[in-house]
T-cell receptor
Framework: RKEVEQDPGPFNVPEGATVAFNCTYS??????FFWYRQDCRKEPKLLMS???SGNEDGRFTAQLNRASQYISLLIRDSKLSDSATYLC????????????????FGKGTHLIIQP | DVKVTQSSRYLVKRTGEKVFLECVQD?????MFWYRQDPGLGLRLIYF???????EKGDIPEGYSVSREKKERFSLILESASTNQTSMYLC??????????????????FGPGTRLTVL
């Protein structure tokens, strides 16, 4: 069973602090990696893709460590509006016959930014 | 602007009823997905379709079927609804990226969800 593991939290963090959390995956054939954000009673929305070289978007930095099979998300200068659940997803390569095997979302990490 | 729509936001059905959940995307995406989301269990993939009339089982297909007759529309069918199918159902779509016969799923765009209650 291919798994994606996240610490469910909640992470209670004061406004302005830096927070980081990881997502580990077991399928070494995983090809694509993403972080999604989900607000309460809303659908997940893409936060950022995760590239091998790491990538940054404003206060958010995502990194991939293939050797240790984890991805990370770092949030700097956290805002109240960053409070949400953060989901990671890993997807494999598949052939033209299609396949959802290994397309897996983590259960999410709940982040609460406190004033 | 990308758009995935679902036929209902809230639905209440009785045990044994046949239930249809409809999803439409306007982005010409090859891939479409049905998930259910439950507290403590996260998002779980029910079915996946990578082309018209093509479907693949996800992690929890039992009690569900799907239909994809047109590229933009992916339907989830509960043949005989049961109380344990009370859940939030989310549809998503994505492009495929790849070459040489190997592909991977690109960013998934989600619909707003249908909260189904089976009494």
């Amino acid at each position: 069973r291919k798994e994606v593991e996240q610490d469910p939290g909640p992470f209670n963090v004061p406004e302005g602090a830096t927070v980081a959390f990881n997502c580990t995956y077991s399928n070494s054939a995983s090809q694509s990696f993403f972080w999604y954000r989900q607000d309460c009673r809303k659908e997940p929305k893409l936060l950022m893709s995760v590239y091998s070289s790491g990538n940054e978007d404003g206060r958010f930095t995502a990194q991939l460590n293939r050797a240790s099979q984890y991805i990370s998300l770092l949030i700097r200068d956290s805002k109240l509006s960053d409070s949400a659940t953060y989901l990671c997803v890993v997807t494999p390569l598949y052939d033209s016959g299609g396949g959802a095997d290994g397309l897996t979302f983590g259960k999410g990490t709940h982040l609460i930014i406190q004033p | 602007d990308v758009k995935v729509t679902q036929s209902s936001r809230y639905l209440v059905k009785r045990t044994g009823e046949k239930v249809f959940l409809e999803c439409v995307q306007d982005m010409d995406h090859e891939n479409m997905f049905w998930y259910r989301q439950d507290p403590g269990l996260g998002l779980r993939l029910i079915y996946f379709s990578y082309d018209v009339k093509m479907k693949e089982k996800g992690d929890i297909p039992e009690g569900y079927s799907v239909s994809r007759e047109k590229k933009e529309r992916f339907s989830l069918i509960l043949e005989s609804a049961s109380t344990n199918q009370t859940s939030m159902y989310l549809c998503a779509s994505s492009l495929s990226r790849g070459a040489g016969g190997l592909f991977h799923t690109d960013t998934q765009y989600f619909g707003p969800g249908t909260r189904l209650t089976v009494l």
